[in-house]
Structures are given as structure tokens and as C-alpha cells.
């Protein structure tokens, strides 16, 4: 079955660690047959969520830039891979802004009990991608935090993240050993779950 597969670049760099494993990605999910879509946040206008509440009454933002556009490409596609680093032991904050604008799929979803997705489609499944400057143990836990609440408010399932700590300069996660291998095999269990 095709899939198709929607790649989020999260970095403000182009020649970033973790674009570069998006790439990577998305190199695979053309081989293995899927159509893919790639993003990146820094081509995009999104205004930071106002707290206005106003989604709360008809489930729609009040904000009109690029972020409705991204919305409907996350209700269409079937497979997700968001790839973000880790700024001061979370999401950075292009990310952050993109997520915190997801509360008009809570509304939808929560206030006004609407279905996000197709009913006949198939499961949908995300993976993450992040690196970090530092090896602490917990250094990727808040961003995977607010990635799995992210999918989770779009019915996509957490499938196991590719996380890489001790990554810091650009091109570095070039050094890896396995990085590039574990984003293939991870992209690969992603397209034929």
C-alpha cells in the first residue's frame, strides 16, 4: 500500500543535525514507494498561539497564516516524521510554536467532538527525530513529551523515536555510527506497519 508520508524540518538550520536525518527519512520512504511531503518550519509565517480562546467555539483559529495550511497537510497524510533538536532540555521553539497551535484540533476534537482523521484510512504513525548538545539522561524526555501529546491529538501513534544525544554542531550527527542506519530501519518499520 502507498503511503503518504509527511516530513516536519523543525530546525532553524537548513544544514542541521536533525534535517539531516529527516532526509535521510524521507530519501527512504521515496525507495520504499510512499509519496512524501517535506516541510520546513522556517519557510513558514506562524504566529506563536495568542491564548485567545476563541477556537473554542468553532473549533478554528482566529489566526490566518501558514500554519492552516500545515494543519490540513497533518489531517491528510499517513505517516508523520518530525524532526526537531533539543533547545534548553526541550522542543526548540519553532516546534513549540507549532504545537502550541494545535489547540484548535483540541477544541475540534475535545469541545466539539469531531473526528480528525478518515475513518477508513490507515493507522497513522509518527516518528521522531532529535538530537542534543548534551548526554544527560532525561535530556530528550519534555520534547518527547510534547511530541507523543502532539500526535496524540491527531490519532497518530508514537512509534519508537530516534534520538541522538551529544550531537551539537552542525554536521556533527555526520559522525554517528548508526544514526543514519537507525532512521533508515526506523523509516522502513514506519511505512510497513
Known amino acids: 500500500m502507498t503511503l503518504s508520508v509527511l516530513g516536519i524540518a523543525c530546525s532553524p538550520r537548513r544544514n542541521g543535525n536533525t534535517t539531516s536525518l529527516l532526509l535521510e527519512a524521507m530519501k527512504t520512504a521515496q525507495h520504499e514507494g510512499h509519496r512524501t511531503e517535506l516541510v520546513y518550519l522556517s519557510d ?65 476534537k475535545y469541545l466539539h467532538h469531531q473526528s480528525l482523521i ?8 509518527g516518528l521522531f527525530l532529535s538530537t542534543a548538545g548534551t548526554e544527560k539522561v532525561d535530556v530528550f524526555k519534555c520534547a518527547e ?41 526506523a523509516t522502513q518499520a514506519l511505512t510497513i506497519s
Open 118 to 125: 478518515k475513518p477508513s484510512g490507515p493507522e497513522r504513525i
Open 44 to 108: 513558514l509565517h506562524i504566529t506563536p498561539c495568542q491564548g485567545c480562546n476563541a477556537c473554542s467555539a468553532k473549533g478554528i483559529c482566529i489566526i490566518n497564516d501558514d500554519l492552516l495550511k500545515l494543519q490540513e497537510k497533518l489531517i491528510q497524510a499517513d505517516r508523520f516524521i518530525i524532526a526537531a533538536p533539543i533547545f534548553f532540555m526541550g522542543v526548540n521553539g519553532q516546534t513549540k510554536i507549532m504545537i502550541d497551535r494545535m489547540q484548535t484540533f483540541w477544541a475540534r
Open 145 to 185: 513529551r510534547s511530541i507523543q501529546t502532539f500526535f496524540h491529538m491527531l490519532d497518530i501513534k508514537y512509534a519508537q523515536p530516534c534520538l541522538f544525544p551529544g550531537i551539537d554542531q552542525a554536521g556533527e550527527i555526520i559522525q554517528h555510527q548508526t544514526a543514519f542506519d537507525d532512521v533508515r530501519k
